[in-house]
């Protein structure tokens, strides 16, 4: 008999999406539209220390929704990290723009703005500027965009902060998601705090948000019957969902603790043993840990970091390899990419741990005991042979 799966990143709820969602079927506003959505809105860009917020479907439509209000044309370039999920790159390719990927930098696996610059005076050279950089906070840890917001000034290039992982965690005293011109943030159900699915755009820029809700909600011009001047979208979020985002979003700081606390006791238990690393945390802020991510030096360790994924499985435990760069897809391979190693590498022998926020610490233990099965196994092989 197996014990419950233990999942990478699963839904952690507070109790209070109950009661929340009680109220909004008893006020018969189950519709794209409603009170808790307005709340959501207000209190997200409250959080984020910005003015304006819109509640979408999906991180990716928030991100789709940024880049169309720059009007990209067929033929232009848009900067994005390459180490990340293929969701910040994809609504580049529904704008008909490329992508161009950066690598990461060694210390904070975010977009180097060092390689950022060399880009940005080739593409100046070449007279042909991208027009937007899409910066990631992988894994929880914010980039350094006052690095990547001045390269971005010097050219006039607009910045758009993929802040999905990132939420609660901070940027020099700031949260992570309020240093960009735009930032996007994911409520999907593997978040740090979810509402079931969705997402929001966030910025102080009023006529971003207010274009932001116009594409969103089919861009229909005012006029009592249906104009449309512009092809829009339906992106908008559901009030049912926005009210368990706002019973999540009093809980944020408490996630980000219980999830601070999972890395750590990760770092402990697992630091020691030879060839074993943890993602490093960035010297300007707090990461929110919304993954534990593990390095292994096979060479060290004595088996791969596949080969630690395939015991956990074996145990019914989910944990992954950390993103594939964008640059190594197929979908992708036609797209530039400055530099490249530093994520392959990170590709190449990092594993995210699980790392829910209602972990206990018997599953921790449970998942350290199975890590160092691997090494003592393979060390014994390593000897008979
Ligand atoms: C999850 C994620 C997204 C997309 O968010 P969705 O709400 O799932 O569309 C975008 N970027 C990154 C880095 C993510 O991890």
Redesign the pocket.
């Known amino acids: 008999m197996h014990s419950p799966r233990i999942f990478l990143s699963p839904p952690h709820l507070s109790g209070q999406e109950q009661a929340n969602l009680a109220e909004v079927l008893a006020s018969n506003w189950v519709a794209p539209a409603g009170p808790q959505l307005d709340q959501l809105e207000k209190a997200l860009a409250a959080r984020l220390l910005m003015k304006h917020a819109a509640a979408v479907?999906?991180?990716?439509?928030?991100?789709h929704l940024a880049l169309r209000h720059l009007n990209l044309a067929p033929g232009d370039e848009v900067i994005c990290?390459t180490l990340?999920?293929?969701?910040?790159a994809n609504p580049i390719v529904y704008e008909g723009a490329t992508p161009v990927f950066i690598d990461s930098d060694r210390s904070t696996w975010n977009m180097d703005p060092n390689l950022l610059e060399e880009e940005l005076r080739a593409c100046a050279s070449r007279h042909k500027l991208p027009r937007a950089i899409v910066v990631?906070?992988?894994f929880g840890q914010s980039a350094d965009l006052d690095a990547i917001n001045a390269i971005a000034a010097k050219y006039a290039i607009p910045v758009i902060e993929?802040?999905?992982?990132a939420l609660g965690a901070t940027y020099k005293g700031r949260p992570a998601g309020s240093a960009a011109w735009a930032s996007?943030?994911?409520?999907?159900g593997?978040?740090i705090i979810t509402a079931g699915?969705?997402?929001a755009i966030v910025s102080n820029d009023e006529q971003l948000i207010e274009r932001s809700r116009f594409f969103a909600t089919q861009a229909r011009d005012p006029a009592p019957h249906y104009e449309h001047s512009s092809v829009g979208y339906n992106y908008r979020m559901s009030n049912v969902l926005a009210a368990i985002g706002l019973a999540q979003l009093d809980v944020l700081d408490d996630r980000v603790a219980s999830r601070r606390r999972n890395f750590e006791f990760y770092q402990q238990h697992l630091g020691e043993l030879p060839g074993v690393s943890f993602m490093p945390e960035a010297r300007y802020g707090m990461c929110n840990r919304?993954l534990t991510v593990m390095q292994v030096d096979p060479s060290q360790f004595g088996a791969t970091h596949e080969a630690i994924r395939l015991r956990l499985e074996q145990q019914n435990i989910e944990s992954r390899p950390v993103?594939k760069p964008l640059h190594l897809q197929p979908v992708f391979s036609h797209c530039r990419c400055r530099g490249g190693h530093i994520a392959e590498s990170l590709f190449a022998s990092g594993l995210c741990l699980p790392s829910g926020s209602a972990l206990t610490e018997c599953e921790l233990t449970k998942v350290c005991e199975i890590v160092e099965s691997v090494q003592s196994n393979q060390e014994l092989a390593s000897c008979a042979a």
């Open positions: 479907s999906s991180g990716t439509a928030a991100l990290s990340t999920f293929c969701a910040s990631v906070d992988i993929d802040a999905a992982e996007i943030v994911s409520f999907n593997n978040k699915g969705g997402g919304w993103w």
